[in-house]
Structure formats: structure tokens, C-alpha cells
């Protein structure tokens, strides 16, 4: 810091003169803090640069600045791009514990969300979603819908990313969350799919009906995706291919369950299983083996292992092999990765011995290999162990023995012990090598060697009484505890193969009894009561020594089990029936210790994954499936061109749908033919309004609802008019020539199909290249489409593409946008706009609308009214609709409308509900039920709807103002629609967005409004002044600064279409 | 994925910690200290440990602990392989990766990680990306920088990230256009007191210096492309062309890379290039030790073996060593109980040797455990497994680079055990000799 500090000093000096000097000064200070707070407000980059280098570091080092937090954020908006992103680091750590003053920041990220260059509006998303609080969720929730559908893959990649921080943040935005991924699952690029589905894994890993559209896509894609994006597909597609496919190995028998241990056998089990039909494997299972066994030639451990695992769980038996190669190259790089690999190599060496042996010298190990490694690397030797190799593995044990890691060698005698036990061929040796390490100079080598003897004795005691009197000696040497106690038990367990020494070892044990370890004491009570029970004679007063010892020991352990013991063996006049049993009860044939690999039985886990290095689920680990016994339909895969394209298309440049989230109901996702119903309510695109078209055509008897579409239309129609060669037909013609080509437009319905499907064809491919192609595409489209459609209204629609076209894809969302402005906000004749709540086939006949009636809601007036509107087109009745389970953010309330018990067919009825939406845009959800049926729907305002008007004078509205200045205050520039200048069509614009009233006004260039928020009465007074040619100025004074900037955004689109 | 990262120095200290989700307490480091306690060396830290809350997954690189905190299910490769990736970074920014380095560079470093992980989830690792973005540092770009105030950051998003070929920036310009590739093998063998070989391998790397204008396309072709058993490729090696005609066609990244690492199978004999001659040997009640120890040259092809360095952990019975080198310097850790050689170069006519006794502890019994020896060795222009590199070839732009191969064989974990094998352990009828005494 010092040098740092000089060189400034210097600096300054030279180029700064004696007032910048003055800075360095203040940097020496002592008050806490001070320094950086006055460099951060001063107008010089270089000192904002070095003060939040400082406060960097200082995060660094886990200091806490958070009391910098209200200078820091001032300068989120700094043009000094290095400034800006230290800001940004400081905002992400501090903005979960300053909760209002980074709300102060979020306007920035919002206006950064619409530059121009993307990586400006990712990085903006990016921090964004990073500020972990509450409040701003719904609008991180629009940024994502809008950031998915952006035409840089880098953007939509981002948003991808921040699918998984908002669910983190607030579960209950998983359905919203879903429709998003799902639209990015479809993405085509390499760079979206490996983050996409890292969000999927996150949010809804459950949901792997997601996957069968992409499945191929993303088998295709995967070798060009980077290399933690395939890490994560290759696992998610191990899970889905265990759910789709057949088990490979179905008639070899050894179906993944089984243990391998003898493998020969269970082939002649099989014989008869056999006759099952021939196992044959489906294309696109085999389509995944393909095209990631070349992943493992990747130089990233983490995709050889995942590629490795997917092998072991999903391909043929024959194919397996391939993947041990790989793995053995793997235990050449860092231990850490050996450490993992090890695990892993343990685990599926005790299933496959095979596929490892040829790479045995692999698993050798040196003298320079941690410890951890050895270990590892033992385990695996022991599992390939067999009659073959046996020998050489032995061999190599030996040299093992003479290390000077004690662990190791402990470690290593248990290995010998455990191919004892395994291999009976080597039995013998084994035992007689490891008696030869009870002479080893090393006590922890002997008391292991005992420990492990004593296990392997117990297989065959008989033959082996010569050992056991080896180690009886060894009690004069030994002193570890362990293996004192396992010598005693030996010799009490089989004290009949020994009767002479027994006694003897018995006596001197007693002699030291008091000095021993509570393990050791336990085991010479073990032998003294054997003893009695066999040989009373010689033993009976050494007997009665040692339980007097031990009745008056330290340890209640001993003193209990020297009571028990006593009233057991020793025969008293009130002992029980028990001590006839006695002999039986301790000289009992003892089965003999299984030893077995503490790795067995660990495939159950996925490998690879954390909890099968732990052998303990994780948080969040997904259950590898067993294999289905029929495998489901594979034809959900097959990409049918038009539909998915279709959504393609829809997805990624088109759906702005997104955005109108009040007119979205939750249930529409569920199947096809819902969704495009979805799409008809987002009615944004051209697509989707052609698709309303041809639902419309069916819907002749919805005289009422159609009027009111048609409206909407008529809005659409108003900028494409101008385009139009065919426009001047006025409003009322175009209405009667649509209702008369209804019938052939349901004619042509085919024909528009076809059209959807080419335009998003060209549509799908999305990188910016393919943009001119698409273009071009589509004009000839349309040069085709106007053959045969003399529609005006059509015409005008493809026009409005090209047009958007020519002006670049970049305006294209923004231009949807605005077209969905017009069907929300702008209903002519002042009609209030009216959303679908539940659509006619959905609700089976049962179609609810609402509007926001703008009427003070009588019985609260905190509460925004909400009119609803049911009409019930079914042929029997509804009876009893009301309102259950209403589900909201916290604050929230709601009024529910009064039963209605009886909705005859065909009859409509309305009913007027009130709903506090605490100053939010948060949605209220709610189950809307019938006699029969229970349907989800839920609502959610638009921010205009969020305040009722006041009337205020001029003076008093210049006034409020005045105290709304700074962060409460909002300005935008904006050029104003052509249609748009007259003052007039500005206050109806506005009063359409938002529900504010007019403020009369001296000047005729400025038109105010004013209105308070519904819940907390804050007030939002909005201004709009116009100068020259369309330009003009909205400023938004609000005390909610969300609630601000959201507005704005609405005015601003209403005015500029 | 990634929650937190914690690095801490070998004393115990964090002196770094970074978090991409909500804040976790340094205090999760707690349950890593303890494990580093019950370690006993600092290599035997389990990778990965399990807390109540979290999971912790480090590595140790150059003496510090990457300590990763997870929160729920990941692949630990993943974290491991991700936090190696951290490690080359830095090292590849500052040159070196120490704690020093990092505390002085701490906003690029912070810089870095913020682009390397978001929200946990690796983003850009690429390092030709992550130089576009945040410029390495230079002294004399500090310099500039501190006195312009101009910054580090880049402002354009990297190109590469959008294109087909992510690992190469674009817009490369060089005045010398050059392309020079370093095949460096390494010799992992165990070869026991006698000379025969127990175990070896060859593990080899073509690491790359490519310095090209434009987007060059380059082709790699070897003599004997089936010597090559195992490899793992850089992401620009197209895999097709390898499987199908073993060729390795490639746009390179810019700058220093590793091109392909591969194993010679151990079918084929591996070439030991050195032997050793040792005999070291304890004699029971006596205070001393006898240590005897030649090289030499074996089957190098006529190229001399340079910078040799012995190395060999003495039994802990020894105090210390009186030794006589015939060339090169030797030192013994009387508290490690090291004993290193600095041999230098083979003469294959007057064949190095280290010669003298040791001094044991008195009244200590014989160190039954001799002691293995760990050889490290250079061989320069030579590849041993014999590759050859055949030609290379550069298409798409117009110019004519400079092309450059170096082969160097190095040892990698070579070590001679001090045992012949087979042992004779295990046979029957030492055991019951053995037997017959004690009855």
C-alpha cells in the first residue's frame, strides 16, 4: 500500500497539483473509513479506483465495509468500466444486508438490461440476479423471460444462469421458472445448453418430460459444449436414459443389481430367463454411448469421469471396458483427483474385476504417494486380487510391509488378510506370512498381523493350534491393546486346542491385571470364565482372583461384566438356570468375520457423484432410477418438425409473452394444445396471433369474447395499417370481411400451419449469421403467403414482420413489446382491458375474464377491485363457484367474491373481488372451484393497476414533487409515436397505462398526473413534457422506487408505439 | 455449486475468501483445520469433508489450500478439477501462484474469480478469454494504469466466447509469426536392487507456444502415431480426424498451451536411461552404517543425462551422514533425516558415486527398513519412447510461420526400491522352521 500510495503521491504531483495531494493525506487518516468515503465521492476515476481497490481488498480479506455501502452504490451508474465492476463485486456482498439502499441501484441494472451491447445487458443481468433480495424478485423475473428471448446466445446464456439464483431466492416462482427453461432447453446453441440444463438440475430435475424433445439435440451438441456444461448433461442424461431405455444387460443375467463376485454362475441361473426376446437396444440409447465415448479423451477430469460413470451404469457389458483406460490415465494428474478416482475405480473394480486387471501395475504403489492414495490404491489391488494374480499382489504386499508409513502398513496387513479370506488357495500362505511380521521388530506391525490372524483363525481354528501358540507367547511383548485382547480371546475361544498354555497365560495375565487397558481387562475375564467352565481345575482359584480384581476396577463396565460373569459360571445355591447353560452360552460356535470391501454395494449411488464419495446422500442428490421393465414409448423423442421448431421459433425471438404475465394462467403449460392457447394470450407475436385466428374460427358461438378480441386486433392493425397497400378499409369493413372469411381461414388453417412452421425454421437457427438468411426467408414467404391471402389484415401482419426485420432483430422484441402494449393497455371507447383467467378449455366450458375495474373497492379500500366475468358455455350447469387456497406473498390479502351457486349453460355472470397486492406485482394465486372441479389460476397486475387517481392542483402537485426528488425521481428521453403528439392521445395513453388522473395545467407541453398506490397510499406523480418533433421527457416521482421504474417502462411503451 | 472459496497458507491463516451465493461464515474452516490436524501430512488432508451444513473440497497447490464450501449435490471432480483451473490461472496472470502473489494482486484476483464462477457455476476458464476480459498485469501497465486511472477490464466481451472456436481470441496480429511445440516425456518406473524393472511408463506432453497471425489451421502428423496408446487432447483438436487417419488437426488457442497429453502403453519395453548401484547397509550393535552409492548411464542413445538429483529418506535411526561425493554436492536434514544429491551431469567415463558411513543413534536397535531412492534426471533432445514428430502444416492464412520441435525426456516418479524382488517371504517353509523353534 505504501508503494502503491508513493507512486500516487508522485502522481498526484505531477499531474494533479496540490489539491489532489490533499487525498493522499486523508488516506493516512485514522477515522475509520473516512479516507475511502471522501475518495469515492470525488469526481476522479483513478481515486474511485483506488478506494474501491481498497474496499476490495478488504472483502478479500473478510473485513467488514458494509458501512461504506450508501458511498459505494452511488457510483454503481460510474462510466469507468473497472470502477463499476468492483462496485458490482462490493453491491453482490453487501446487498442481501442493506436491503433498501440496494434498491437504490436497480434502476441502473434495469437501464443496462436494453444496451445495445450485450455484454453491458448480461452483466447486468448478471448482478442483477446476483442481489439476493425479496423485493426485487418480480423484476429479476422479467429480466430472465426477457433475457432468454434475446438474440445474443451470451445473454441468454446469462439469463440461464440466473434461472437457478432466483429460484434460490423464491421457490415459489418455480412454475414461471419452469416455462422459462423450458424455452431455453430448446435453444440451439452450445454455449446456452450446458447452463440451461445446470438450471433444470437446480429447479425442476424431476421434470424429465422436458428432456424428450431435447434429448438428441443435446446428444448432438454435447462435444462442442465447454467442458463443465458436459459434465453436468452427461449426468443429467445418465438419469434420463436410466428412466427410458432398457437395461442393456437384460439377458446376460447380471443386471446392475447383482454383486460380481461369481459372475460364471449366475450365466447357467439364467439359462431359462434366456428365452425372454432379444434385448435390442433403442437408437437413441445408442446414440448416447456414441457420442460421448469420445469425451474421454477430454483433458478435464471431470468429464472423463462423468463419461466413465454414464458407461458404467447405462452401456453393455462388452462395452464397459473402454472407460478403465481412461481412468487409469486419470491417476497421473493432482492426488486430488487420484483421491476421487480411486473411490470410484474401488467401487466398480468389486462389480467389473475384469475391465481393471489389465492395468494392475497402475494401482502400484509409491513410496512418494500420500497416504490417503496408498490406502485407496490397496483397496483397489485387494479387489482385483484372484487365484492369477494373487502372487504377484502378494508380492508386492511385502514390499509394502517395509514402508515407513505405519498407517499404510496397518492398512496393507488388513489387505493380506482380506485376499486370505477371499482366495482360499492363498490362504495358507497368506497366515503364514503374516505369523512371520509377529516377529517384526515393529509393534504395530504385529498387533495388526494379530488382529488380522485372529480373524483368519477363526475359519479354520483346528488346523492351526501351532499359531495360536505363537501368539500366546507374544502376550510377554505386546502392548498394544488391540491386539493383547485379540490374543486373549484366541486363546479363550479355542483354549481346548492349547490346554496347556491357557492356564499359563491366564496366571500371568492375572499378575498384570490392574495395570491393563479396559479393552484387554474385559478379554481376560473372557478367557478366565472359558477357562473355568473347561479346565475348573487348574483354573478355579486364578478364576476367582481375577473377578475379585475386577469387582472392586475403576470402570463399571468391568465391574458389571465380573458380576454377571461370576453369577453365571460359578455354581451358588440361588444361581439360576442360566449357569446350566453357561458352557454352551460362551464356548458357542462363533461364526467367523466376513471381510469385505467397505466399497461394496456403493453403486447404488451415482458415481462420481459427492454422496458416493461420502456413502451418504447430499442435499439435493437425484436417485439414479433402476432400468424400466418395458421401456416407455421412444416416440415422445421423435422432434416432430413442425411442433417443436414451432416452439422454437416461439421461444427464442418471439415470445414476449413473458412479459404479460397477468394474462398467462398457470394450468396452460401443461399440454401442446393448451400452450398454444397460452401463446394466443400473450398475443405478441404474429404467430400466435394467427394461431387466435384459427381458434377464433371455431369459436363462432363466443359472440362476446370475440368482439372483445377483435378489439384488441383492431389496436394491432392500427401501426401495420400504415404498411398496408390494402389499409385504408376502415375499421368497421375489415371487421365484416373477417367474420366473412371466417370459413375459409379454418380452411386455411393448414396453410398458416405451414407458414408458422417455415418462418420459425428460419427462425431457429439463431445465431446472428444466420440473420439475412432469415430475413430472406422470410420475405419470400410472405411473397407466397400474399398469394393466396387477400386478407388485409394478414398481409398487414407479414408487412409488420419485414418491417421489423428490416430494422434489425435487435428491435425486434422491443417491437413485439409494444405490440402487446396495445393489446393490453390501448382499449378504445375507453373499454377496460380484459384478461383471460381461465380459458373455455381448460376450465371444460367454464371461462372466467377479469379486468381491473378501476372502482374503489367498497369493503376495503386498501384492496384493488377486480371484476370477473364467467360465462359458462358448457351443456350442463356450474354450480357453486367460489374461491379456495388462496395462496400469497406475505402482506398480501385477499377479498373473495360471494358464491355463486348457480351458472346456468350458456349463462354469463360477473362478480367483483378485491385484492391487496401490498404495492407488488407479486401474483396472487388461488384455486377457483366448482361442484366438480378444482382449477389454478392466478392473477397479476400491471403496474398501472397498482394506484388509484387523487386529484391534485398544480401548485400542490409542484410541491409534492419537490420533496420527490433524487433517487425517487425517474427521467427518460423518449421520441414519441407519430400518432402520438397531440396532447390528447398523450393523457389517454397514459390514463390507459396506469390509472392516474390528469392535473390541470398552465403550459400545453407539459401533461401531469397524479395518483397514490392502492395499498400504502405513497404518491406517483408522472410528467410529460413535449418539445419538438416528438421528442419529449417522462419523469416518474414516486416514493416506491420499484413500483417507479416499472412504471415508467409501461408509459415509456405506451407512448413510443 | 461452488457457495465459497477460502484460500489459507500453510499456517493456518485465510487470507482470501470469496463467496458467489450468500455469505458462509469463515468459521466452516474450522472443520478443515481439524481435519489438517488429524492429518499428518499436509498431503493427507482428505479432498473432500463433510460438515453439518456444507461440504468442503480443496486442494493444496504451492503450499496453500483452495477450500471450496458446497451446499448440496456436485461431482467433487468437478470442484477439484474447477479450483486446479483457478490455480493454472493465477499462475499463468502472476507467474507464480504464492501467497504473496495473490495478496498483491487481490482485485485480479477477485476480478477473476468473478468472472470465472457465476453463481457458483464455471462461466469463462478459458484462458484466452479471461485475458481479453481482465488484462493480465504487467509492472508497466501498473504504472500506466495508476497514473492515467485507465483500467484493467476490457470492455468488449471477447469474441472467441461467441464464435465456433471459444478457445482462440480473434483479431491475433504477430510481426514473426511462429509455432513451436516441446514434447516432453516422463519416465515413472519402479526397478528393484537388482536393476530389473518392476513397473515403468511413459506419460508424455506436447505442450505449445503458437504464435500466428489470423485464424491459422494447423496439422500435426508423428512418424509413429501408434506408439501413442492413451491421449487427452485440448478442446481445438478435432477428434475425428485423430480416430480416423492419427492426425492432429487444430485451430490453437493464442499464446501457451498444451496440446495433447498421451501414455505409451507399457507393453512396449520401456528404455531405463540410468542405473544405480547401491548397497546400504546397518550391521547389528554397531553405531555406524555403510552407504555405497554409483550411477550410471544406460540405454540413452548416446545423449547425456543432466541435472541429476538423487534423493533418498534415511531410516530415522540415523543421526547424521559422512559422505564422499565424486562430483556434484551433497546435504543431509538431520531433522527430516533427507538425504538429496546434486549430481549434475553423467560422464559415462568416470561414473559419479557417493561414498561413507552414518552414524546411528547409540544403543538404537538396526533400522530394518532400507531406504527407497528417488532419481530425478534430463535428457534434452531426446523423446525415449521414441516419438517423432513428421511435419507440420498450416492452412488457412498466406504466410510462412516458424516451426520449432524440442524433445526432452525427464524422470517423473522414478524410484529404485532397495529390495530384490521376489521376496522370499511368504514361503511355507521358513514358516515352519519358525514353528518348530517355537515349540
Known sequence: ?1057 | MIHSLFLINASGDIFLEKHWKSVVSRSVCDYFFEAQERATEPENVPPVIPTPHHYLISVLRHHIYFVAVIQSEVPPLFVIEFLHRVVDTFQDYFGVCTEAAIKDNVVVVYELLEEMLDNGFPLATESNILKELIKPPTILRTMVNTITGSTNVGEQLPTGQLSVVPWRRTGVKYTNNEAYFDVVEEIDAIIDKSGSTITAEIQGVIDACVKLTGMPDLTLSFMNPRLLDDVSFHPCVRFKRWEAERILSFIPPDGNFRLLSYHVSSQNLVAIPVYVKHNITFREGSSQGRFDLTLGPKQTMGKAVESVLVSSQLPRGVLNANLNPSQGTYTFDPVTKLLTWDVGKINPQKLPSLKGTMSLQAGASKPDENPTINIQFKIQQMAISGLKVNRLDMYGEKYKPFKGIKYMTKAGKFQICPYNTPFTGFSLTVLTNQIHVFR
Open chain 1, 1 to 1057: 500500500v505504501f508503494e502503491k500510495s508513493f507512486l500516487l503521491l508522485v502522481a498526484f504531483w505531477v499531474f494533479g497539483g496540490f489539491h489532489a495531494v490533499k487525498y493522499i493525506f486523508i488516506m493516512f487518516s485514522s477515522h475509520r473509513h473516512d479516507d475511502l468515503k471522501e475518495m469515492l465521492d470525488s469526481n476522479k476515476d483513478s481515486l474511485k479506483l483506488e478506494a474501491m481497490k481498497r474496499i476490495v481488498a478488504m472483502i478479500a480479506r473478510g473485513k467488514n465495509a458494509s458501512d461504506l455501502f450508501p458511498a459505494v452504490v452511488k457510483n454503481v451508474a460510474c462510466k469507468n468500466i473497472e470502477v463499476k465492476k468492483l462496485v458490482y463485486v462490493y453491491l453482490v456482498r453487501y446487498a442481501e444486508e442493506q436491503q433498501d439502499l440496494a434498491l437504490l441501484s436497480i434502476s441502473t441494472f434495469q437501464r443496462g438490461l436494453k444496451d445495445p451491447n450485450q455484454l453491458i445487458r448480461a452483466s447486468a443481468l448478471r448482478v442483477l440476479s446476483s442481489i439476493r433480495v425479496t423485493i426485487i424478485v418480480p423484476i429479476m423475473m422479467l429480466a430472465i423471460k426477457e433475457a432468454a428471448s434475446d438474440m445474443s446466445p451470451y445473454v441468454r446464456k446469462t439469463a440461464a444462469h440466473a434461472i437457478p439464483k432466483l429460484y434460490s431466492l423464491d421457490p415459489e416462482q418455480k412454475d414461471q421458472l419452469i416455462e422459462v427453461i423450458e424455452k431455453l432447453l430448446a435453444d440451439k446453441t452450445t454455449l446456452v445448453a450446458g447452463s440451461v440444463v445446470m438450471a433444470f438440475e437446480e429447479v425442476c430435475p424431476e421434470r424429465i418430460d422436458l428432456i424428450h424433445k431435447n434429448y438428441r439435440k443435446l446428444c448432438n451438441l454435447l462435444i462442442d459444449v465447454e467442458e463443465w456444461g458436459q459434465v453436468v448433461i452427461i449426468n443429467m442424461l445418465t438419469r434420463y436414459a436410466r428412466t427410458q431405455f432398457l437395461n442393456p444387460n437384460i439377458n446376460e443375467g447380471g443386471s446392475g443389481d447383482k454383486t460380481f463376485y461369481g459372475s460364471d454362475e449366475d450365466e447357467d441361473e439364467d439359462e431359462e430367463e434366456k428365452e425372454k426376446k432379444p434385448y435390442v437396444m433403442d437408437p437413441d440409447h445408442r446414440l448416447l454411448l456414441r457420442n460421448t465415448k469420445p469425451l474421454l479423451q477430454s483433458r478435464n477430469a471431470a468429464v472423463v469421469m462423468a463419461v466413465a460413470q454414464l458407461y458404467f451404469h447405462l452401456a453393455p457389458k462388452a462395452e464397459v471396458g473402454v472407460i478403465a483406460k481412461a481412468l487409469v490415465r486419470l491417476l497421473r494428474s493432482h492426488s486430488e483427483v487420484q483421491y476421487v478416482v480411486l473411490q470410484n475405480v474401488a467401487t466398480m473394480s468389486i462389480k467389473r474385476r475384469g475391465m481393471f486387471e489389465p492395468y494392475l501395475k497402475s494401482f502400484y504403489i509409491r513410496s512418494t504417494d500420500p497416504t490417503q492414495i496408498k490406502v485407496l490404491k490397496l483397496e483397489v489391488l485387494t479387489n482385483l486380487a484372484n487365484e492369477t494374480n494373487i502372487s504377484t499382489i502378494l508380492r508386492e504386499f511385502q514390499t509394502y510391509i517395509k514402508s515407513m508409513d505405519k498407517d499404510f502398513v496397518a492398512a496393507t496387513i488388513q489387505a493380506i488378510g482380506r485376499c486370505a479370506t477371499n482366495i482360499s488357495e492363498v490362504r495358507d500362505t497368506c497366515l503364514n506370512g503374516l505369523v512371520q511380521l509377529l516377529s517384526n521388530r515393529d509393534e504395530l506391525v504385529v498387533a495388526e498381523s494379530v488382529v488380522v490372524i485372529k480373524k483368519l483363525l477363526q475359519m479354520q481354528p483346528e488346523k492351526h493350534s501351532d499359531i495360536i501358540k505363537h501368539m500366546a507367547k507374544l502376550t510377554d511383548n505386546i502392548q498394544v491393546p488391540m491386539a493383547r485382547a485379540s490374543i486373549l480371546w484366541l486363546i479363550g475361544e479355542y483354549c481346548e486346542h492349547v490346554p496347556k498354555i491357557a492356564p499359563d497365560v491366564l496366571r500371568k495375565m492375572a499378575k498384570s491385571f490392574t495395570n491393563e487397558e479396559d479393552i484387554v481387562k474385559l478379554q481376560i475375564i473372557n478367557l478366565a470364565a472359558k477357562l473355568y467352565l473347561t479346565n475348573s481345575k487348574q483354573t478355579k482359584l486364578l478364576t476367582q482372583y481375577v473377578l475379585n480384581l475386577a469387582k472392586y476396577d475403576q470402570n463399571y463396565d468391568i465391574r458389571d461384566r465380573a458380576r454377571f460373569i461370576r453369577q453365571l459360571i460359578v455354581p451358588t445355591e440361588k444361581s439360576g438356570a442360566l449357569s446350566k447353560y453357561a458352557k454352551k452360552l460362551f464356548l458357542a460356535l462363533k461364526p467367523a468375520p466376513v471381510l469385505e470391501s467397505p466399497f461394496k454395494d456403493r453403486d447404488h449411488f451415482q458415481l462420481g457423484s459427492l454422496s458416493h464419495l461420502l456413502n451418504a446422500k447430499a442435499g439435493g442428490y437425484q436417485e439414479l432410477p433402476d432400468w424400466p421393465e418395458a421401456a416407455p414409448d421412444p416416440s415422445v423423442r421423435n422432434v416432430e418438425v413442425k411442433e417443436s421448431v414451432r416452439a422454437v421459433g416461439t421461444v427464442t425471438h418471439r415470445d414476449t409473452g413473458a412479459l404479460w404475465g397477468p394474462q398467462r394462467m398457470e394450468g396452460n403449460s401443461a399440454s401442446g394444445s393448451e400452450s398454444s392457447s397460452g401463446s394466443e394470450e400473450s398475443g405478441s407475436g404474429s404467430e400466435s396471433e394467427e394461431s387466435k385466428e384459427a381458434s377464433e374460427s371455431e369459436e363462432e358461438e363466443e359472440e362476446e369474447e370475440e368482439e372483445q378480441k377483435k378489439k384488441k386486433k383492431k389496436d394491432l392493425k392500427k401501426p401495420k395499417i400504415k404498411f398496408d397497400s390494402l389499409g385504408e378499409s376502415s375499421e368497421e369493413e375489415e371487421r365484416k370481411h373477417q367474420r366473412k372469411s371466417k370459413p375459409r381461414k379454418s380452411e386455411s388453417e393448414s396453410e398458416s400451419d405451414e407458414d408458422e412452421e417455415s418462418e420459425s425454421e428460419s427462425s431457429q437457427s439463431e445465431s446472428e449469421d444466420s440473420e439475412s438468411e432469415a430475413e430472406v426467408k422470410k420475405k419470400k414467404k410472405v411473397q407466397t403467403r400474399v398469394n393466396y391471402r387477400e386478407s388485409a389484415q394478414q398481409q398487414g401482419a407479414s408487412k409488420t414482420i419485414i418491417r421489423f426485420k428490416k430494422a434489425g432483430f435487435s428491435f425486434l422484441s422491443n417491437a413485439h413489446r409494444s405490440l402487446g402494449v396495445f393489446l393490453q393497455t390501448i382499449a378504445p371507447s375507453s373499454a377496460l382491458k380484459s384478461y383471460e383467467l381461465l380459458h373455455r378449455i381448460t376450465g371444460e366450458g367454464l371461462s372466467v375474464e377479469y379486468c381491473f375495474s378501476r372502482q374503489p373497492f367498497s369493503p376495503d379500500a386498501n384492496m384493488v377491485a377486480v371484476q370477473m366475468q364467467f360465462t359458462n358455455s358448457a351443456s350442463s350447469d356450474t354450480k357453486n363457484l367460489h374461491i379456495e387456497d388462496v395462496k400469497l406473498q406475505s402482506g398480501m390479502r385477499v377479498k373473495e367474491f360471494p358464491e355463486i351457486e348457480l351458472l346456468p349453460a350458456g349463462e354469463t355472470a360477473t362478480a367483483v373481488m378485491g385484492i391487496d397486492f401490498c404495492d407488488s406485482t407479486q401474483a396472487a394465486n388461488f384455486q377457483l372451484c366448482t361442484h366438480t372441479r378444482k382449477f389454478f389460476v392466478s392473477i397479476q397486475p400491471p403496474v398501472g393497476e397498482l394506484m388509484r387517481p387523487v386529484f391534485l392542483t398544480e401548485n400542490e402537485f409542484k410541491k409534492e414533487q419537490g420533496q420527490l426528488m433524487g433517487m425517487n425521481e425517474i427521467t427518460e428521453k423518449l421520441t414519441l409515436d407519430v400518432k402520438c403528439r397531440n396532447e390528447h392521445a398523450i393523457v389517454q395513453r397514459v390514463t390507459t397505462a396506469a390509472n392516474l388522473s390528469r392535473v390541470p395545467c398552465g403550459s400545453d407541453k407539459e401533461c401531469r398526473f397524479a395518483g397514490r398506490t392502492v395499498t400504502s397510499g405513497s404518491l406517483v406523480l408522472v410528467t410529460v413534457a413535449t418539445k419538438e418533433e416528438g421528442a419529449a421527457q417522462l419523469t416518474v416521482n414516486c416514493e416506491k422506487m420499484v413500483i417507479g421504474t416499472m412504471l415508467v417502462k409501461d408509459i415509456l411503451q405506451a407512448l413510443t408505439q
